[in-house]
């Protein structure tokens, strides 16, 4: 599931969205929101309208940086 919304999210042009996961999720599924987060760090602004998420265990700074992309691009 988070495969398909990571591609829905990625064709979004005017959305905002901030999802906020359970502290319950595995550490598997960490893993793979851990390679969203470097692939959406790493994206061109101009690919897609960048999205934030947090979890418990997120690198403060990695969470740092998503939200400030994401507040960025909120304003242009």
Known sequence: M????YEFLKKNKCMVVT????ATISEEYKIR???????LLESNPN??????F????????????LFD??????HH
Not at 2 to 5: E, S
Not at 54 to 63: D, H, N, P
Not at 69 to 74: E, F, G, H, I
């Open 2 to 5: 988070l495969k398909h919304f």
């Open 19 to 22: 999802l906020i996961f359970r």
């Open 33 to 39: 929101l851990d390679k969203i987060t470097d692939k």
């Open 47 to 52: 690919e897609y309208f960048p999205f934030a």
């Open 54 to 65: 947090t979890y418990l265990g997120q690198s403060y700074q990695k969470k740092k940086l």
């Open 69 to 74: 992309k994401l507040k960025k691009n909120m």
